[in-house]
């Protein structure tokens, strides 16, 4: 429980946290609007569709954190680009940019005295420049190629001074030009799972099914003629919980799962006579081994199995997938 809890203080701090969100809101709004007559976006981003090298980020303070921000949603969506801080690019680090690259340079103000140190040099190398300012005028502004205006009427900070919703609108408009960026380069889900291979997304959009599954030996098989018990002894050496019922050439005809068994129970008298071809289930869930692991996933929680047969293009028994199998990969 909380300690000294003043509900006047809680009304009034969601009252100020309400009146912040709503700032922001609409500084968005205008944002919105005001690109519904302006060019320069459209510029912008035929600008970085057409740069040969990479898009280069930078700010300082604030400003930087959304420029880091907005570099890195460029890289994870198919546009090459790099975060550079403007103290360190007059130090040394301006080495990292090339006459090819594009230069996106980040000031509310325009007036920033470490790009300003900068940028005249990256215009001498033959980049070209983004400005992202909130004054037209600027000296920031009138250096650049391309000016994005992301003025508001006000922040969010009741003295309008920290930068809240300036930075706010700097970061959705990186966002949307990221978004452009992707679908005009035809950016897929594949590409941007490629660029996360370490996430949830990236298991999920490149694990394929003959990368979990079990398989030879391991999986579970029998003939119609099999005994029941030793049907049984297949299931406990293999571990899945169930066998497959195949043909002569593997082409499954059947399962027979761990769940039958305690279904046969009361029914059988002697499991011994039982063969699989009268107590298995015809027609079993099956899926290819070049399909996506979520694919399985999404069949055996349609239909509330646990195991799937893993056949190939001619119907071949190749494999099984046990749930157990698509957890421990982390597809889910």
Do not use: W
Not at 77 to 96: I, K, N, S, Y
Not at 189 to 203: I, K, M, N, T, Y
């Amino acid at each position: 429980m909380l300690k000294d809890f003043d509900a006047t203080t809680a009304t009034r701090a969601l009252e100020l946290a309400r009146e912040a969100l709503q700032i922001e809101a609409d500084a968005l709004t205008e944002l919105h609007a005001r690109l519904a007559t302006d060019e320069s976006v459209g510029k912008a981003v035929t600008l970085l569709l057409n740069c040969k090298g990479r898009v280069v980020v930078s700010g300082i303070g604030k400003s930087g954190h959304i420029g880091r921000k907005i570099a890195a949603t460029l890289a994870s969506t198919g546009t090459p680009a790099l975060f550079v801080h403007p103290a360190e690019a007059a130090h040394g680090d301006l080495g990292m940019v090339t006459p090819e690259d594009a230069f996106i340079a980040i000031s509310y103000s325009g007036e920033s005295s470490e790009l300003m140190a900068i940028l005249p040099v990256v215009k001498r190398m033959g980049g070209l420049v983004i400005s992202m300012t909130g004054n037209d005028n600027s000296s920031l502004a009138r250096l650049a190629d391309v000016h994005l205006n992301v003025s508001v009427a006000k922040e969010a900070c009741p003295m309008n001074l920290a930068p809240t919703a300036s930075t706010t609108v700097t970061l959705a408009l990186g966002d949307a030009i990221a978004v452009a960026l992707l679908d005009l380069r035809g950016f897929k889900e594949e590409d941007f799972a490629r660029s996360h291979p370490g996430g949830a997304l990236g298991r999920r959009l490149l694990t394929h099914v003959r990368d979990v599954m079990r398989s030879g030996d391991a999986v579970p098989a029998v003939t119609p003629d099999t005994t029941l018990p030793d049907a049984l002894m297949e299931i406990t050496q293999k571990g899945m919980g169930m066998t497959a019922v195949v043909d002569a050439d593997r082409r499954p005809l059947g399962v027979f799962t761990d769940g039958d068994l305690r279904r046969l129970i009361d029914k059988v008298q002697d499991f011994s006579k039982v063969a699989m071809r009268d107590v298995m289930h015809a027609n079993p869930r099956s899926i290819g081994p070049d399909k996506l692991a979520v694919d399985a996933v999404a069949v055996m929680e349609q239909h509330r199995i646990n195991q799937m047969l893993v056949v190939d293009g001619e119907g071949r028994l190749v494999g099984a997938l046990h749930i157990h199998d698509l957890t421990r990969a982390k597809v889910i």
